[in-house]
């Protein structure tokens, strides 16, 4: 039940008020952009809590606290994009180390994996993380980090986060979980045993196709003590509007996802029954294989969809570039319905991998627009 301490608010309250209490100075209601780069000091070490822009910053702190108190986090930490919050993570690894990813996973984080620590000595091994024997297998002495996406981009595959935290943790090896498709409305990997969440706050967070961002949240003090202080010392920290605006689209992050949710289940329905659609990969229909995890660990299965042609590569491009609704474009997790094909687009660094994509995957991020303009375009897509 809600009350009136935050401890106690439900998803909504908190995204609308935690960090964000109005401004002492003025009584604003909304968290100031503060532009300053440095804070005046007293004597030196003398201050309020601010010193330089880099290493904190008022607009910046009310987006940590704010996200880190929707997912269950002691602590939060913004970054610059989606992939300098990665960096931070793996970049906690020496050579020598190794990581577990899924054979299954965005491009980018495949990519810095394996072309920029893979020169730095940094190994990896892929596997389905869903086989929890197969997990088990491929950890090594050095393994340190296993990265799970879920659910996955671009298959949207489910992973069991508890059992993979279990195998995990029995070696004494961090979970990383990649909340980005999720969000925290849908799913807290932290509570279900995950050592660091990240996120892309590019996607469902900033919500509208405005701003690039990341997010770390950890509860582990030796985590947060090491990578505030990775955030300082690298210094890819978002700008103080950027922070506003994650703040402005986290206020709605619960209202967006609802919609997101109901308008995918729709769009996913529509597609299974369609002829053109040889598969369609949606937590959400009953004979996907993470439909049970999914409705366990996720309070929905979320706003992204996907579909493998039964024409093939050729009639996936066709079908991609005849949505007028459905934007063609990269990203995912704004308001607006986007349509694209990994294999040639955000996925296309995954080539010649074990995470390789079917050229006639065809990915949405279903928006929040009417229901009924969104599957009469992609009928009007599937059938010219
Ligand atoms: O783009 P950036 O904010 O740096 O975030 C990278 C990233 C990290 N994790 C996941 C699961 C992601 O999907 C992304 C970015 N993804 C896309 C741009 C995309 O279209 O899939």
């Given at each position: 039940?809600?009350?009136?301490?935050?401890?106690?608010?439900?998803?909504?309250?908190?995204?609308?008020?935690?960090?964000?209490?109005?401004?002492?100075?003025?009584?604003?209601?909304?968290?100031?952009?503060?532009?300053?780069?440095?804070?005046?000091?007293?004597?030196?070490?003398?201050?309020?809590?601010?010193?330089?822009?880099?290493?904190?910053?008022?607009?910046?702190?009310?987006?940590?606290?704010?996200?880190?108190?929707?997912?269950?986090?002691?602590?939060?930490?913004?970054?610059?994009?989606?992939?300098?919050?990665?960096?931070?993570?793996?970049?906690?690894?020496?050579?020598?180390?190794?990581?577990?990813l899924g054979t299954d996973a965005y491009g980018g984080t495949f990519r810095l994996i394996d072309r920029?620590?893979?020169?730095?000595?940094?190994?990896w091994?892929a596997?389905?993380?869903?086989?929890?024997?197969?997990?088990?297998?491929?950890?090594?002495?050095?393994?340190?980090?296993?990265w799970?996406?879920?659910?996955?981009?671009?298959?949207?595959?489910?992973?069991?986060?508890?059992?993979?935290?279990?195998?995990?943790?029995?070696?004494?090896?961090?979970?990383?979980?990649?909340?980005?498709?999720?969000?925290?409305?849908?799913?807290?990997?932290?509570?279900?045993?995950?050592?660091?969440?990240?996120?892309?706050?590019?996607?469902?967070?900033?919500?509208?196709?405005?701003?690039?961002?990341?997010?770390?949240?950890?509860?582990?003090?030796?985590?947060?003590?090491?990578?505030?202080?990775?955030?300082?010392?690298?210094?890819?920290?978002?700008?103080?509007?950027?922070?506003?605006?994650?703040?402005?689209?986290?206020?709605?992050?619960?209202?967006?996802?609802?919609?997101?949710?109901?308008?995918?289940?729709?769009?996913?329905?529509?597609?299974?029954?369609?002829?053109?659609?040889?598969?369609?990969?949606?937590?959400?229909?009953?004979?996907?294989?993470?439909?049970?995890?999914?409705?366990?660990?996720?309070?929905?299965?979320?706003?992204?969809?996907?579909?493998?042609?039964?024409?093939?590569?050729?009639?996936?491009?066709?079908?991609?570039?005849?949505?007028?609704?459905?934007?063609?474009?990269?990203?995912?997790?704004?308001?607006?319905?986007?349509?694209?094909?990994?294999?040639?687009?955000?996925h296309?660094s995954v080539?010649?991998s074990p995470l390789?994509?079917?050229?006639?995957?065809?990915?949405?991020?279903?928006?929040?627009?009417?229901?009924?303009?969104?599957?009469?375009?992609?009928?009007?897509?599937?059938?010219?």
């Amino acid at each position: 039940m809600s009350g009136s301490s935050s401890e106690n608010w439900g998803f909504d309250t908190r995204a609308i008020h935690v960090g964000q209490e109005p401004d002492e100075a003025t009584g604003a209601i909304t968290v100031p952009i503060h532009l300053a780069t440095t804070f005046v000091q007293a004597a030196p070490g003398q201050h309020q809590g601010f010193e330089y822009a880099r290493t904190s910053n008022p607009t910046r702190v009310a987006l940590e606290r704010c996200v880190a108190g929707l997912e269950g986090a002691e602590h939060g930490m913004a970054f610059a994009s989606g992939m300098a919050a990665e960096d931070a993570v793996v970049g906690m690894m020496r050579p020598g180390d190794h990581v577990v990813l899924g054979t299954d996973a965005y491009g980018g984080t495949f990519r810095l994996i394996d072309r920029v620590y893979g020169e730095r000595g940094i190994e990896w091994s892929a596997v389905d993380l869903a086989d929890q024997d197969a997990l088990a297998a491929a950890i090594r002495p050095e393994t340190r980090q296993v990265w799970v996406e879920t659910p996955t981009n671009p298959m949207l595959a489910v992973v069991d986060i508890s059992a993979v935290a279990d195998v995990a943790h029995a070696s004494g090896v961090d979970v990383v979980v990649d909340n980005t498709f999720a969000t925290p409305y849908l799913q807290n990997p932290l509570e279900l045993g995950a050592d660091a969440v990240v996120h892309s706050s590019t996607k469902y967070l900033g919500g509208h196709s405005d701003v690039v961002g990341g997010f770390i949240a950890v509860n582990r003090e030796d985590l947060a003590e090491r990578l505030t202080f990775v955030q300082n010392a690298v210094g890819a920290v978002p700008s103080p509007f950027d922070c506003y605006l994650l703040l402005r689209g986290v206020k709605t992050l619960g209202v967006r996802m609802d919609r997101h949710c109901d308008n995918a289940q729709a769009v996913a329905e529509f597609l299974a029954g369609h002829p053109a659609i040889d598969r369609v990969l949606f937590p959400g229909l009953p004979d996907h294989p993470g439909f049970e995890v999914a409705a366990r660990q996720m309070r929905r299965p979320g706003g992204m969809v996907s579909f493998v042609h039964a024409g093939g590569e050729a009639a996936a491009v066709a079908a991609v570039s005849a949505t007028k609704v459905f934007r063609l474009a990269e990203s995912l997790g704004a308001v607006e319905s986007l349509i694209e094909q990994p294999s040639t687009m955000t996925h296309m660094s995954v080539a010649d991998s074990p995470l390789a994509v079917d050229p006639g995957l065809v990915r949405l991020s279903v928006g929040i627009e009417t229901i009924d303009d969104l599957l009469a375009d992609l009928e009007q897509a599937l059938s010219s």
